[in-house]
Structure formats: structure tokens, C-alpha cells
């Protein structure tokens, strides 16, 4: 059974940095995909960044490009976000997800249905 369980959300001001980490475990395929999405109150959830274990390149939302970084330590099978230059507009619970096996797709649809496993969250607030 694969499980994500992540970690490092917190409270911070504009500008500020934060990094998040999701421990994986139970991912046995060899092909994989995982991503980071976010929600806040009243809205929906929306896609942030996702790695597929054969590319080269992650996939990024137009509203976190150049201030949000995606990857993955395969030895210690933990996924990371660094976020940096944080904006009001980034509080949200955030979210990991999972799939696997996975052909590429769920990287770069940004669509949650393409992914299978997800952790409870971790919040960020930003404060002005």
C-alpha cells in the first residue's frame, strides 16, 4: 500500500521561504509520478508541481513558476517543494500525491483524478 505523509508547513511572512517535504513509501513500480497541490478556504483544489520518475523536467502552475521548486530524493523516497518569495495568495493546506505506476500522464495533466494516493495535508499561511 503506498502512503505520503507530508511535513514542513508553517507560518511566515511575505518573502519568506518555506520548504515542504513528503516521505513516500509502499511505490514498488519502477514508474512514477508524484506532485504537490494546494487548497484554500472555499476554493477549489488546485495543481502546483509534478515530477514523473522518466522525465528530466517537472511541470509547474503558471501562478508558482520561478518561485516554487520541485524534487525528489529517490534514496530517502521523499518528494520536496521549496517555495520561496511567498505570497499572501499561497496560504492553502498542501497537499502530496502519488501514482503509480504512472506513464507520464498524471505530470503533466495537472489533474488530482490522475493521481491515486494523497497524505492529509500540511498548511502554509503567508501573512502581508
Known amino acids: 500500500r503506498v502512503m505520503v505523509v507530508e511535513s514542513g508547513g508553517d507560518s511566515v511572512q511575505t518573502g519568506g521561504s518555506l520548504r515542504l517535504s513528503c516521505a513516500a513509501s509502499g511505490i514498488t513500480y519502477t514508474t512514477y509520478c508524484m506532485g504537490w497541490f494546494r487548497q484554500a478556504p472555499g476554493k477549489e483544489r488546485e495543481w502546483v508541481a509534478a515530477?514523473?520518475?522518466?522525465?528530466?523536467?517537472?511541470n509547474y502552475a503558471d501562478s508558482v513558476k520561478g518561485r516554487f521548486t520541485i524534487s525528489h530524493v529517490e534514496a530517502r523516497n521523499t518528494l520536496y517543494l521549496q517555495m520561496n518569495n511567498l505570497k499572501p495568495e499561497d496560504t492553502a493546506m498542501y497537499y502530496c500525491?502519488?501514482?503509480?505506476?504512472?506513464?507520464?500522464?498524471?505530470?503533466?495533466?495537472?489533474?488530482?483524478?490522475?493521481?491515486?494516493?494523497w497524505g492529509q495535508g500540511t498548511q502554509v499561511t503567508v501573512s502581508s
Open positions: 500525491a502519488a501514482d503509480s505506476p504512472c506513464s507520464g500522464r498524471a505530470a503533466r495533466s495537472g489533474d488530482a483524478s490522475d493521481f491515486d494516493y
Open positions: 515530477i514523473y520518475s522518466g522525465a528530466g523536467r517537472a
